[in-house]
């Protein structure tokens, strides 16, 4: 039986870097439909502007010198470590995956205490499990054809209560909604469901929020956004995401309404005003799906991205568990 062996890839080695984007991106998304991956551009950029005190490891698996698998994990210090293992469809039960487990468990042991890992098919959800980790949460990843007509999206109607009004930009936030911009998007990393995963430290100050925008600039992304206000005061937010290398496929990220004012329309509302933000994006006329994901239990969102086009095409799950001490 053959050996398999584990590289590590330098992240400074362009060739070698995009080689192993492509490779983790084959395997991770084989079989799927409509399935993102990082572009070239985005996937330099991103490690030529690396955040601080972040570890990254970045593997390839090979088998009599072709390369089969490939794994890739980020840990920010105190949070867990993210983990994507993939392995290309022909050489999966040939003990890549495990081999790539073990060496990514090597690499982060004493920067890590918990990892997680993503997976959106039952073998990556069996395989995980059969590492020691546990089944965290779920979501639907729901998607939408493009060309986009929103008007034809919501026969339900669109508008809030009365006193609630939506502003929209594209880009980084106005400098005098940055303050109501910070505080919403820390309330959403407190109500977003996570299942029984472990929490990440927020981070959404103004400092943290304005160094995000410089480095997705960088990497490509044009921020697509929304803020809903209540009498002047701000209760809820929605963001789209758009590569400008590659928009194929546009992202639905984050929405979020106060609790004490849901019931009212605010969601729809933003997402309808934040499409006709969209509307205006160049990259549009380029895009073929939009896509957004919610959580299984979240009834009301499923319910209204339904009612906006949105159906169900996969389940992303999340697992989680210890790394052993060094």
Request: aromatic share 4%; net charge negative; hydrophobic share 45%.
């Amino acid at each position: 039986m053959s050996t398999v062996r584990i590289t590590p890839v330098d992240p400074t080695d362009r060739e070698a870097l995009l080689a192993w984007n492509t490779l983790l991106g084959e395997g991770f998304n084989a079989g799927r439909e409509a399935a993102w991956w990082a572009s070239d551009e985005t996937t330099l950029a991103r490690f030529a502007d690396p955040k601080p005190a972040r570890r990254s490891v970045l593997l390839v698996a090979s088998i009599d010198g072709e390369r089969v698998g490939a794994a890739g994990a980020e840990v920010d210090p105190g949070d867990p470590a993210e983990v994507e293992i993939s392995v290309l469809p022909a050489h999966r039960r040939r003990g890549v995956g495990t081999a790539l487990a073990a060496a990514v468990r090597e690499a982060l042991a004493g920067h890590a205490e918990i990892v997680q890992a993503e997976t959106y098919s039952e073998a990556g959800v069996a395989f995980s499990l059969a590492q020691g980790l546990r089944l965290g949460n779920q979501e639907h990843r729901m998607l939408r054809d493009l060309p986009l007509d929103p008007a034809a999206a919501h026969p339900a109607p669109s508008a809030a209560g009365p006193g609630i009004t939506v502003r929209t930009w594209r880009g980084a936030c106005p400098e005098e909604l940055l303050e109501d911009w910070a505080r919403l998007n820390t309330q959403m990393e407190a109500d977003v469901p996570m299942g029984d995963l472990t929490r990440p430290a927020p981070r959404s100050d103004v400092e943290a929020l304005r160094r995000t925008e410089r480095r997705m600039d960088a990497q490509g992304w044009t921020l697509v956004r929304a803020l809903a206000y209540d009498a002047g005061l701000a209760v809820g937010y929605t963001e789209i995401l758009v590569s400008r290398h590659d928009p194929e496929i546009i992202t639905q990220d984050d929405t979020l309404v106060d609790r004490a004012h849901r019931g009212r329309g605010i969601g729809r509302a933003l997402k309808l005003a934040n499409l006709e933000n969209l509307a205006g994006v160049p990259e549009l006329a380029r895009a073929r799906w939009i896509q957004t994901y919610t959580a299984l239990d979240n009834a009301p969102m499923l319910a209204l991205n339904r009612s906006l086009g949105f159906r169900e095409a996969d389940v992303l799950s999340i697992l989680e568990g210890e790394l052993p001490p060094a």
